[in-house]
């Protein structure tokens, strides 16, 4: 199955959902790629530093972006693990090829103050139930190559939030 995490802008939490999802999903016991199809490869850093500095579960991650991606994805997909893709912030043949593709896609969004305040319109609008806060853990633990929940001492918020998005996800609950 393949999840995306794309959406036309930077900044918004994309690679940062993508690492935790994947971390988690291999903690479940499943096989997970990580697929980085931002050219910027900021998810591939993360699993560079996750695997030097030893942390299990290993996240194996790939690093594809470009017109053959879509080939890519079909093949990918079936293998049968799941995939968990992180798009870069635009409009592009990657973020296209992933939503074609993919078994759901989440394209998070950076909520204002202004939409805070109209949180009640904006509801209508968002599908996801899971509401991710921002938090000073998710730097900490990008920058370790740890998910969220793995951080020493926990973050018990964030580590929870990140399991509802996990379950949201994957049916899991
Ligand atoms: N919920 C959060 N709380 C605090 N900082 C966050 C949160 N999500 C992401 N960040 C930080 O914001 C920056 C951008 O996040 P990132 O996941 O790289 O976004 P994207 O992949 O959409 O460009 C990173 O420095 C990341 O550590
Ligand atoms: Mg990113």
Sequence with gaps: MLILLGGEK???GKTTLA???????AQHGHDVVLLDTDIQGAASYWARVR????????????????????????????????IIMDAGGRDAVELR??????????LPVQASQFDIWT????EELVLADTVIYDRIAYRRAAREGK???????????????????????????
């Design 97 to 106: 090829a992933g939503l074609v593709t993919a078994a759901r896609a989440y």
């Design 51 to 82: 695997q030097d500095a030893g942390r299990t579960p290993r996240v194996p991650c790939l690093h594809k972006y470009g017109p053959g991606l879509q080939a890519d994805l079909q093949a990918l997909t079936a293998q049968a693990a799941d």
């Design 19 to 25: 690492t935790n999802l994947a971390v988690q999903r």
């Design 147 to 173: 998910a969220v929940h793995e951080l020493v001492p926990p973050d018990r918020k964030a580590s929870a939030e990140c399991a509802l998005f996990y379950e949201e996800v994957f049916d899991a609950a």
């Design 10 to 12: 930077g900044g918004t």
């Design 119 to 122: 949180l009640d319109h904006l």
